[in-house]
């Protein structure tokens, strides 16, 4: 792991950064993978991990595999000599792999990942940093890819590609080729931009550090991963469930209903006998003027 990982090309600052670090206005982005510099390199087991008695009997036997792609990001920021930042920039890689599970021919792998607050030493109009964008290959993935080979993709590794974006725009440097193939024989066959084509990924994927179980060893090995952040339209809402009235309820809005019922008679009556008294007293009434 110390080779395939701490090897690598750091992204640390290449000078002295100042208090007074600036965002880059403009970020070009140059391809720097030649020959065997990158390649598919196994990965011992996370350290410090315990896995206990427990295992799956179908479990690939290889481990997770990685392909370290070395670029160079160049910043500007016009009237501005101090050193700066890339606030954020969106690389795509594509990994073309020799395969004996997809109808004999090579797979096409691609991962998107951004990377943010990249430190870029030199300031002013020569603001750069050399970083590597990190793709990492999980044992079941390499296993589709290689079946025969029980996921071994040592030497497999024919062709890179990388795709970059600044502020939703294409960063990569204008006149420099996006990619390698380090095969010849594979390299008459492919058209220009062969990532853009559907050659197929035997169900393989591809995965940033973050989602692998060396993180927490090696994550400083990259830039910063972008988080996304979960929006409230994807939180799930507390259902409202609807309330149903019960017999009690009903049973009391029935004798409401009799109460009412009853009032109402008693009033009428009430108003007859009211009715009869007032007859009686005019009868009183006649007889004592008489």
């Not at 109009?125 to 044992?139: D, S």
């Not at 009391?252 to 008679?265: E, M």
Request: glycine share 8%; charged share 25%; proline share 6%.
């Amino acid at each position: 792991m110390k080779r395939a990982l701490f090897s690598i090309i750091a992204a640390a600052v290449c000078g002295t950064m100042t208090a007074s670090a600036v965002d880059a206005s403009a970020v070009k982005v140059t391809l720097m993978a030649k020959g065997s510099a990158t390649k598919i390199e196994k990965l011992a087991p996370p350290q410090g991990m315990s896995f206990g008695s427990a295992s799956m009997s179908a479990q690939p036997i290889v481990s997770w595999q990685v392909v370290n792609i070395p670029v160079k990001v160049e910043g500007k920021a016009k009237g501005d000599k101090s050193a700066q930042f890339a606030s954020s920039i969106t690389f795509t890689a594509h990994l073309l792999i020799e395969s004996d599970n997809n109808d004999g021919k090579p797979v096409l792998l691609s991962k998107e990942i951004t990377y943010v607050d990249i430190p870029l030493s030199g300031g002013g109009e020569a603001a750069k940093n050399e970083i590597n964008i990190g793709v990492f290959i999980p044992p079941s993935s390499a296993v589709r890819i290689n079946e025969k080979g029980k996921g071994d993709l040592k030497g497999k590794l024919l062709g890179v590609a990388v795709e970059a974006e600044f502020n939703g725009k294409p960063c990569m440097k204008t006149g420099e080729p996006r990619f390698v193939v380090f095969d010849n024989n594979t390299k008459k066959k492919l058209s220009d931009e062969w990532w853009t084509k559907s050659m197929g990924d035997a169900g393989a994927v591809l995965c940033n550090i973050n989602e692998t179980p060396y993180a927490a060893w090696a994550g400083n090995a990259y830039p910063q991963i972008a988080t996304v952040p979960t929006s409230a339209s994807e939180t799930s809402p507390v259902p409202a469930y609807p309330t149903t009235p019960s017999s009690d309820t009903a049973d009391t809005g029935t004798d409401t209903t009799a109460t009412d019922t009853t009032a109402t008679d008693t009033e009428a009556t009430e108003e007859d006998s009211g009715s009869r008294k007032g007859k009686k007293n005019k009868k009183k009434d006649k007889r004592s003027r008489r």
